[in-house]
């Protein structure tokens, strides 16, 4: 049974930082593109971060872009998502997601193939 698991949401002060990881279970996530999704209350889910099965391409969301990091250790089937100068703005449910297909992008979402339940990241003073 395919399974993904988010940790590491909670709430932060604005400038403050978090690490999220998701854990991949009943199939080898080493094959598949990575990535973090979000969805704040009221608005569409966005792509943030993807990265490629072997590592060497990452993507990033132009309103994360130099504040997150995407990175994945296959041998622990895990991925993270390290988040510094946290915003408010990046208050959302945090999902992770895999995908087989290898992409120029981080991509739609529906072109993933397995989603955790996703992790509560709020931003705010």
């Known amino acids: 049974q395919v399974q993904m698991e988010e940790s590491g949401g909670g709430s932060v002060q604005p400038g403050g930082s978090l690490r999220l990881s998701c854990v991949a279970s009943?199939?080898?996530?080493?094959?598949?593109?990575m990535g973090w999704f979000r969805q704040a209350p009221g608005k569409e889910r966005e792509g943030v971060a993807a990265?490629?099965?072997?590592?060497?391409?990452?993507y990033y969301a132009d309103s994360v872009q130099g504040r997150f990091t995407i990175s994945r250790d296959n041998a622990k089937n895990t991925l993270y998502l390290q988040m510094i100068s946290l915003k408010p703005e990046d208050t959302a449910l945090y999902y992770c997601?895999?995908?087989?297909?290898?992409?120029?992008?981080?991509?739609?979402?529906?072109?993933?193939?397995?989603w955790g339940q996703g992790t509560q990241v709020t931003v705010s003073s």
């Open positions: 009943g199939y080898s996530s080493s094959n598949y593109q």
């Open positions: 990265i490629w099965p072997g590592g060497a391409r990452t």
């Open positions: 997601a895999a995908t087989i297909y290898m992409m120029s992008g981080i991509g739609r979402g529906d072109l993933y193939n397995y």
